[in-house]
């Protein structure tokens, strides 16, 4: 025993000299003080006391895995040499040739690259390092458990004594620099916000101004802020609760000129409010979403309409909330449950496809009579999706609705009222009012709805929509239908990678058979271009322009135009 330890004892300084030489051989003598000044500089960043350490210690499975990775991937390292001269770049005249010499065939702890180079001149990247110690470490614990003899020697001991004194000050300043990074590591988990939850947030500074007919107002400058704290407890689930605030109001009372960063807005102006709490977790094969409140059917759902689509509704996608998405979607809201359940076997060009259920109830933390989760508003859906291809993605789309006596259809389940739509005209909105009286009763509404995305190519993407909605109302000659379709190009990566130029084109969702409100018959159209340049990778400006020539279903007005200047902030 007392013999086995004296060899580990003895190794203990191989391996580091090991290392030592592992690293000096790479970087080569002129490069040695340009690589420590880098690992210095890399240390002083890990110590600093800022938010930037705690991503560095969150992403420390991914280093992990990239060192596992680097030692194990045969397409970059061969496998262990057994002489040095197999190494084609290595030559006797080399400074360290005799150290390498003996590291490789007689510790067998050296690999080099699969053209037969070792590359003994080039920069030394921390996971070769920790891939080489790695590797003398495995080599000297199988010598140790062997108790093979006479395995170090006086040379080998005056090597590695000479390139300690060597890098005496590198290995000083190093291990300083560690035990300092170590400090503040548990300084930072002992004092950490989570250890389940991120931040992620999103803050938008919108300028618009509007020319033309109706809408008309002045030049304004409005806000609006997301904070969305993600908590993982298994790591493939997601509890999503997000805070926002906002204080952008709408042209006009129409919700044909409502933008998307819009949506969410809080009153008073930018008071805070928790606008969503989520859950998404995997059963089986299926993927299970829980909304406790701000629920959307989109988040659940594919929606198909990629580059206008932005799931938080306002900061990447197109500017008007029509753009974004097929009006369907926008049907009820709140709390409930959904499922995805994918199908198929997906072994021709019918790729694996999947089925999509959905119960949101916009009433249900109340409970009083005619409201409640089962009682109150609410929308279920089924959806059916199918991807061909590669480069295509089909769904069709259905929406059931009970909606209360006031209530909107286009609401998004708000129930804001009148004004307060968040897509289509008056007429498409308005439920449960005859032509006789303007009292509303409670309606029931059926919509169906198809969707598709075209990729031809990795610069284009064509997607669009058509919507029908069957309004039953529970009163007198209160029964209405209503329609929505929608096309849209999109040109990604146009002039600068990140960068969208998008032009969609379409009918708001209207109706020419609301017997309660006055009908012209005209199709309220709406065509918007944008154009998002991405600044940076969290940063970025999209100016865009919305047409509306038939504003109300009434082409008679003058044509209106609104344009907007967004900038949004992600972090």
Not at 391 to 411: E, K, M, Q
Not at 489 to 512: E, M, R
Request: with cysteine; net charge negative; glycine share 12%.
């Amino acid at each position: 025993m007392s013999n086995l330890l004296w060899k580990s004892l003895v190794v203990s300084p191989a391996v580091l000299g090991a290392a030592l030489l592992v690293s000096g051989t790479a970087m080569a003598a002129p490069n040695t003080t340009t690589e420590v000044a880098t690992l210095e500089t890399q240390a002083a960043t890990e110590v600093s006391p800022q938010p930037e350490v705690l991503a560095q210690v969150t992403q420390e499975p991914q280093v992990l895995a990239q060192v596992q990775r680097y030692s194990n991937e045969g397409q970059n390292l061969q496998s262990q040499v057994t002489s040095v001269s197999q190494f084609s770049d290595v030559q006797p005249t080399d400074w360290a040739f005799q150290a390498l010499q003996s590291l490789v065939e007689r510790y067998g702890c050296i690999a080099g690259y699969p053209n037969g180079t070792y590359r003994g001149n080039r920069a030394l990247t921390r996971y070769e390092f920790a891939a080489g110690l790695n590797a003398c470490l495995d080599r000297v614990n199988e010598l140790i458990a062997t108790a093979t003899a006479d395995m170090v020697t006086k040379q080998d001991l005056a090597t590695l004594q000479r390139l300690q004194e060597e890098f005496s000050a590198e290995l000083a300043t190093l291990r300083g620099r560690v035990d300092a990074l170590e400090a503040r590591t548990a300084e930072l988990e002992a004092n950490q916000f989570s250890t389940t939850t991120k931040l992620q947030g999103e803050a938008i500074f919108a300028v618009t101004d509007s020319i033309g007919g109706n809408p008309q107002g002045k030049t304004v400058f409005q806000d609006r802020v997301r904070l969305n704290l993600q908590s993982s407890f298994t790591g493939r689930d997601m509890l999503n609760t997000r805070l926002a605030a906002g204080n952008a109001t709408g042209f006009g009372t129409s919700a044909e000129s409502k933008q998307t960063f819009e949506v969410g807005s809080t009153a008073p102006a930018n008071s805070v409010q928790i606008d969503k709490l989520t859950y998404e977790a995997p059963v089986g094969p299926a993927q299970v979403y829980i909304a406790a409140t701000g629920g959307q059917h989109s988040h659940y759902a594919a929606v198909n309409n990629p580059y206008f689509f932005d799931k938080t509704d306002g900061g990447n996608g197109a500017l008007s909330t029509f753009s974004s998405e097929n009006p369907i979607y926008r049907i009820g809201g709140g709390a409930g449950i959904a499922l995805n359940v994918p199908f198929g076997q997906g072994g021709g060009i019918l790729k694996p496809s999947s089925v999509t259920l959905g119960y949101l109830a916009s009433e249900a933390n109340d409970p009083a009579a005619g409201a409640g989760l089962f009682d109150g508003n609410y929308a279920a859906l089924g959806q059916l999706n199918f991807n061909v291809g590669n480069r295509i993605a089909l769904a069709a789309t259905y929406v059931h609705g009970y909606h209360g006596a006031g209530s909107r259809l286009f609401d998004s389940g708000r129930n804001i009222g009148t004004g307060g739509d968040i897509v289509g005209t008056d007429l498409a909105n308005t439920l449960g009012r005859n032509s006789v009286t303007t009292a509303t009763s409670a309606s029931s509404s059926n919509s169906y709805g198809v969707s598709a995305a075209f990729r031809p190519s990795e610069k284009l993407s064509i997607s669009g929509f058509v919507s029908y909605h069957d309004v039953t109302g529970f009163g007198a000659n209160d029964d209405y239908e209503a329609w929505s379709y929608g096309v849209g190009v999109a040109l990604p990566d146009f002039g600068k990678k990140g960068n969208v130029l998008g032009i969609f084109g379409g009918a708001q969702p209207y109706s020419f058979n609301n017997g309660g409100l006055a009908n012209t018959g005209d199709i309220p159209y709406q065509v918007e271009g944008f154009y998002k340049y991405r600044v940076s990778d969290n940063i970025s400006v999209t100016p865009g322009v919305i047409w509306l020539p038939a504003v109300g279903q009434n082409s008679s007005s003058q044509d209106a135009f609104i344009g907007t200047l967004r900038t949004t902030f992600t972090f």
